[in-house]
């Protein structure tokens, strides 16, 4: 369920010459984007939802702004890959990194080199914008409907000021370039964030030039050393179940295995007799929809319920089978997400 992508780095790290591994000169890294895990996700809880349910509407909303939003980003890969970047760089995306106990950097794009680390807060709007101050809204009017939005501005603000404890933390002392990225021209901006500099995907690579043209402040081992952390620390961002948002109570829902394919219920089979998706990865995917649907954690007789399982030795068999973390002991003990596997 939870997949790390920084296993894949220290073989970009690192070259073996004569049997020994030495530190590369140049290193580069940039792994494509995943496709949001949440979307299908989301797909699957509307299948549990009566499309009468007041949430069902909320959640088809949720899936289109996450799809845009992805295609956004994507969008503005593509022009991050024709900037002439130093030797070594690294393009690390959607990372969500635990700073303390309650406080996450969660990022669209982080752009690492020797000379400056860069943060992009990728947004896909369409309309006209504003940033409004006092309060600080994003203001959007689109088709006479004028709708205000948390403000980029602040959220990137928030977000640089957690990688600066982050740096202090690994003792490495490197300038913060924060942009805010609009992916596609057709958003009009009136009125333009006070603080934090804002661009068209389209013209990125014009600012990267300019912060290119710095002087390196990292050495290679520094560098390198730097990127394994920060892609080490990053895990997969669970966002708040719906329930805690919308009103949505468990005898509204739809209990059991729903087959993703064909959205057939199935009952006391080893797979779905028509798509042949077998038990255990239905099982699974409902696990994930408790999460994003109802809570942050699960007991055995939720489980039990939700899945309508057998008895309490099936939920109990499966909830360690899956890669969760159990908490407390005997009757107080629930199950949360793993970040460790």
Not at 228 to 241: G, M
């Amino acid at each position: 369920m939870i997949q790390r992508f920084h296993v894949f780095i220290p073989y970009l790290l690192y070259v073996c010459k004569n049997g020994i591994f030495i530190e590369k000169e140049e290193c580069v890294i940039d792994i494509p984007r995943k496709f949001p895990k949440s979307i299908p996700i989301y797909r699957r809880i509307l299948q549990r939802l009566p499309i009468y349910h007041p949430t069902y509407i909320e959640v088809e909303k949720r899936i289109k702004a996450i799809e845009a939003g992805f295609h956004g980003e994507c969008y503005v890969d593509n022009f991050l890959k024709q900037v002439p970047f130093p030797k070594s760089y690294a393009i690390l995306k959607d990372l969500h990194i635990k700073i303390d106990s309650n406080s996450y950097l969660q990022m669209d794009t982080l752009i690492l080199t020797k000379k400056y680390i860069a943060l992009l807060e990728i947004k896909n709007i369409r309309g006209k914008i504003a940033f409004q101050k006092n309060p600080d809204q994003l203001i959007r009017e689109f088709d006479g409907e004028v709708t205000p939005f948390k403000c980029p501005e602040q959220q990137i603000t928030r977000q640089t000021k957690k990688l600066q404890v982050l740096l202090k933390e690994l003792k490495i002392d490197l300038p913060i370039k924060k942009i805010i990225v609009l992916a596609y021209s057709k958003t009009h901006v009136v009125l333009p964030p006070k603080y934090t500099t804002i661009v068209m995907g389209c013209d990125i690579s014009i600012y990267m030039d300019d912060y290119n043209q710095l002087p390196d402040v990292l050495s290679t081992t520094k560098f390198n050393q730097l990127s394994r952390q920060l892609a080490a620390k990053s895990f997969e961002y669970i966002p708040p179940s719906i329930a805690q948002t919308y009103p949505v109570k468990l005898a509204d829902v739809k209990t059991g295995l729903i087959c993703p394919i064909c959205k057939r219920k199935v009952s006391g089979q080893l797979k779905c007799p028509t798509c042949k998706v077998g038990k255990l990865l239905l099982q699974q995917q409902a696990v994930e929809d408790w999460f994003y649907l109802m809570k942050d954690s699960i007991t055995n007789r939720e489980c039990v319920y939700f899945l309508e399982l057998k008895d309490k030795h099936a939920g109990n068999y499966l909830l360690n089978k899956l890669p969760l973390q159990p908490v407390n002991n005997h009757k107080l003990r629930h199950y949360v997400m793993s970040h460790d596997r």
